[in-house]
């Protein structure tokens, strides 16, 4: 089922027509933010199914806009996927012990990055 509600938040220009694009053609809605603090204040305003989240950004990076996602009882339960250029063993180690859901390294490879969104919004839908 499409129609969810995705945000992305990545300060690139060129990463974020990217998913935009992928996400928009299979039928999601997307809302965008280039800085962490951004990212957090829309995730509490809107609520959405799914936050992708770059790491290195502007402001606060994605770890911590994580963090103040996870500190709020109203965004706690909103899965988020890390969307990262950083590919070391450590560095994916580092993202998926902060506590994101998932991981997905750029540039993307969109077959997989499409069903690891669908993946992800089905297992929060109890599908």
């Given at each position: 089922?499409?129609?969810?509600?995705?945000?992305?938040?990545?300060?690139?220009?060129k990463?974020?027509?990217?998913?935009?694009?992928?996400?928009?053609?299979?039928?999601?809605q997307?809302?965008e933010?280039?800085?962490g603090?951004?990212?957090v204040?829309?995730a509490?305003?809107?609520h959405?199914d799914l936050?992708?989240?770059?790491?290195l950004?502007?402001?606060?990076?994605?770890?911590?806009?994580?963090?103040?996602?996870r500190?709020?009882a109203a965004t706690?339960?909103i899965?988020?996927?890390?969307?990262?250029?950083s590919v070391?063993t450590?560095?994916?180690?580092?993202v998926?012990d902060?506590?994101f859901d998932?991981y997905?390294s750029?540039?993307?490879k969109?077959?997989e990055?499409?069903?690891?969104v669908?993946?992800?919004?089905?297992?929060?839908?109890?599908?």
């Open positions: 089922m499409a129609n969810e509600l995705i945000l992305i938040v990545e300060d690139n220009d990463n974020l027509k990217l998913v935009r694009d992928v996400l928009q053609h299979r039928g999601y997307t809302i933010a280039g800085t603090e951004d990212g204040r829309l509490k305003e809107r959405p936050v992708l989240m770059d790491i950004l502007p402001g606060i990076d994605g770890i911590a806009a994580l963090g103040q996602l500190a709020d706690r339960a899965p988020v996927i890390a969307v990262t250029a070391m450590h560095d994916r180690k580092k998926m902060a506590g998932g997905q750029k540039p993307i969109v077959k990055f499409i069903e690891a669908r993946e992800m919004l089905d297992r929060r839908a109890g599908a």
